[in-house]
């Protein structure tokens, strides 16, 4: 079955750290580009960052530039945010969803996973 | 970074009529990297349209994109009940970044 199934979300306090993964099934995770979206309670899609099949090549939204780091593990068939100095306005559900480079459109998306930061 | 402003941002119509959906672009958008994307509450978004006008895999032919350059479309030709739910589009550019609109409700009149 062709999926993607984040985890690792939760509550944190500001300043705090938290690392969500995404694991993929059902095709060959290392023929995408993989990318984090995520979506403020209410709010509409923000794209968080992207990572190439290789990992070479990766971009963030200038809103999580420096704090937030996004990685992969082919062998593992898995996908990484790790997230610092996590402010309130971080606040989302975190999906993790899957690329077709050549026409940049998401094609298969995760369920999510909330992220609360709050004291 | 390319600005997506989407309209209406509500719709309110009934089933059975036809939607019309607008995404304008702050700047050129290509055609290839220009999709729209449906999502119901609790749910995550679903590709609907990619390339500006190419239905996804398994989406009905009441759903159409359309448009070029700085103006875009999508049109649902007749209403079902489960088409009631928010749309976004979204491109990704020269700058090497992607940005989504902020969405439009349609809602049942």
């Known amino acids: 079955q062709v999926q993607l199934v984040e985890s690792g979300g939760g509550l944190v306090k500001p300043g705090g750290s938290l690392r969500l993964s995404c694991a993929a099934s059902?095709?060959?995770?290392?023929?995408?580009?993989m990318s984090w979206i995520r979506q403020a309670p209410g709010k509409g899609l923000e794209w968080v960052s992207y990572?190439?099949?290789?990992?070479?090549?990766?971009y963030y939204a200038d809103s999580v530039k420096g704090r937030f780091t996004i990685s992969r593990d082919n062998a593992k068939n898995s996908l990484y945010l790790q997230m610092n100095s996590l402010r309130a306005e971080d606040t989302a559900v975190y999906y993790c969803?899957?690329?077709?480079?050549?026409?940049?459109?998401?094609?298969?998306w995760g369920r999510g996973t909330l992220v609360t930061v709050s004291s | 970074e390319i600005v997506l402003t989407q309209s209406p941002g509500t719709l309110s119509l009934s089933p059975g009529e036809r939607a019309t959906l607008s995404c304008r672009a702050s700047?050129?958008?290509?055609?290839?990297?220009l999709a729209w994307y449906q999502q119901k509450p609790g749910q995550a978004p679903r590709l609907l349209i990619y390339?500006?006008?190419s239905r996804a895999t398994g989406i009905p032919d009441r759903f159409s994109g359309s448009g070029s350059g700085t103006d875009f479309t999508l049109t649902i030709s007749r209403l079902e009940p489960e088409d009631f739910a928010v749309y976004y589009c979204?491109?990704?550019?020269?700058?090497?970044?992607?940005?989504f609109g902020q969405g439009t409700r349609l809602e049942i009149k």
């Open positions: 969803a899957r690329i077709i480079a050549g026409f940049w459109y998401f094609d298969l």
């Open positions: 990572i190439s099949s290789s990992g070479s090549t990766i």
């Open positions: 059902g095709f060959t995770f290392s023929d995408y580009y």
């Open positions: 700047q050129s958008v290509s055609s290839s990297y």
């Open positions: 979204q491109q990704y550019g020269s700058s090497l970044s992607i940005t």
């Open positions: 390339g500006a006008s």
